[in-house]
C-alpha cells in the first residue's frame, strides 16, 4: 500500500521559512518522480514544483521560482520543499504527488501522478 505522508506545515510570518517533507512508502521511491501541489482556499489545486528520480531535473512554478526549492533524498524515501520569503498568498495546503519517472508528460499536469498525500496546511501571516 502507497502512502506519502507530507509533514512541516504550520503558521509562519511573511518573510519567514519552512520545510515541508513528504516521506513515502510502498514503492520503489527511486522509480517516482515526485511533485508539489497546493490549493489555496477557494481556488483549484495547482503545480508548485517536481523533481525526476535522480534530483538532477528540477522544476518550479514561476510563482514560487527563487523561493522555494524542491528536493529529495532517495535513501530516506523523502522529498522537500524549502520555503523562504513567504508570501500570504503562499497560504495553502500543500500536497504532494508520486508518478513513474518514465512518464512523457509536463510536470504540471496532475492527472498524470498515480499517489497523492493528505496534505499539510502551510498558513502565512502578514
Known amino acids: 500500500q502507497v502512502q506519502l505522508v507530507e509533514s512541516g506545515g504550520g503558521l509562519v510570518q511573511a518573510g519567514g521559512s519552512l520545510r515541508l517533507s513528504c516521506a513515502a512508502s510502498?514503492?520503489?521511491?527511486?522509480?517516482?518522480?515526485m511533485g508539489w501541489f497546493r490549493q489555496a482556499p477557494g481556488k483549484e489545486r495547482e503545480f508548485v514544483a517536481a523533481i525526476n528520480w535522480s534530483g538532477a531535473v528540477v522544476f518550479h512554478a514561476d510563482s514560487v521560482k527563487g523561493r522555494f526549492t524542491i528536493s529529495r533524498d532517495n535513501a530516506k524515501n523523502t522529498v522537500y520543499l524549502e520555503m523562504y520569503r513567504v508570501k500570504p498568498e503562499d497560504t495553502a495546503v500543500y500536497y504532494c504527488?508520486?508518478?513513474?519517472?518514465?512518464?512523457?508528460?509536463?510536470?504540471?499536469?496532475?492527472?498524470?501522478?498515480?499517489?497523492w498525500g493528505q496534505g499539510t496546511q502551510v498558513t502565512v501571516s502578514s
Open positions: 510502498g514503492l520503489t521511491f527511486s522509480s517516482y518522480a
Open positions: 504527488a508520486a508518478r513513474l519517472d518514465k512518464v512523457r508528460a509536463s510536470y504540471y499536469v496532475q492527472i498524470t501522478y498515480d499517489y
